[in-house]
């Protein structure tokens, strides 16, 4: 079974640009979640999706947003661009039919904001 | 709300040698626990998982943790490491959310070193 797939894998966009990150889950797993690695605070959660609602958020402010397609694809949104938003963004998917569902990851995309 | 702390930032053994990662947990509630690795420039790699079936757990690579409530430490050893093993692992407790569904909550990392 493919692994979780995120594209593109390297990014380099300006201050003030917007971006949009892409998820592919594994097959059947019907749960995205999204997470932002960066040096300084390390992995935190961004929001996560299910069956096409947002059900769970971290605290990032409203520039960060996503969404999830009826295939439980999933994209995220960062608007207004800040040097801070450089880190790498990972995705998540799990099956979600128990509490204690294992989360796979992604390889990451790279976001470097000049 | 759960958390982690590992409790070094670095660790470096010689190949052949064992390696111990330390984790300390705090909850209020049997958690769910799990340790991720980190290869530069990859994504996270599962490597096990303690959801309270047995308290000693085995993973890949020939990696264990051990769920200790009465230490809060859920700590991952290996036997013997392997040159392949340098990379950074996180230990992980995950929270039931309210509405439904999981979110991970990430300790710092431990880097670990394996020397010739």
């Known amino acids: 079974k493919a692994g979780v797939t995120q594209t593109p894998r390297y990014l380099i966009k300006t201050r003030g640009q917007q971006v949009t990150l892409s998820c592919s889950p594994i097959s059947g797993h019907r749960s995205v979640s999204w997470y932002q690695q960066t040096p300084g605070q390390g992995l935190q959660f961004l929001f996560e999706y299910f069956s096409e609602t947002q059900r769970n958020k971290g605290n990032f402010p409203g520039r960060f947003s996503g969404r999830q397609f009826s295939n439980s694809r999933s994209e995220m949104n960062v608007s207004t661009l800040e040097l801070g938003d450089s880190a790498l963004y990972l995705c998540?998917?799990?099956?979600?039919?128990?509490?204690?569902?294992?989360?796979?990851f992604g390889p990451g995309t790279r976001l470097t904001v000049l | 709300a759960q958390s982690v702390t590992q409790l070094d930032s670095h660790v470096s053994v010689s190949e052949g040698t064992p390696v111990l990662l330390r984790c300390n947990y705090s909850s209020s509630y049997s958690p769910s626990l799990f340790w991720y690795v980190q290869h530069p420039n990859k994504g996270l790699q599962l490597l096990l998982k303690?959801?309270?079936?047995?308290?000693l757990v085995k993973g890949i690579n020939g990696f264990e943790a051990e769920f200790k409530k009465s230490e809060t430490s859920f700590h991952l050893t290996k036997p013997s490491a392997h040159m392949s093993d340098a990379a950074e692992y996180f230990c992980?407790?995950?929270?039931?959310?309210?509405?439904?569904?999981?979110?991970?909550?990430f300790g710092t990392g431990t880097q670990l070193k394996v020397e010739l």
């Open positions: 303690y959801t309270s079936a047995a308290t």
């Open positions: 998540a998917s799990s099956t979600d039919r128990e509490a204690t569902d294992t989360q796979y």
């Open positions: 992980v407790v995950s929270d039931q959310l309210t509405g439904g569904g999981n979110k991970l909550t």
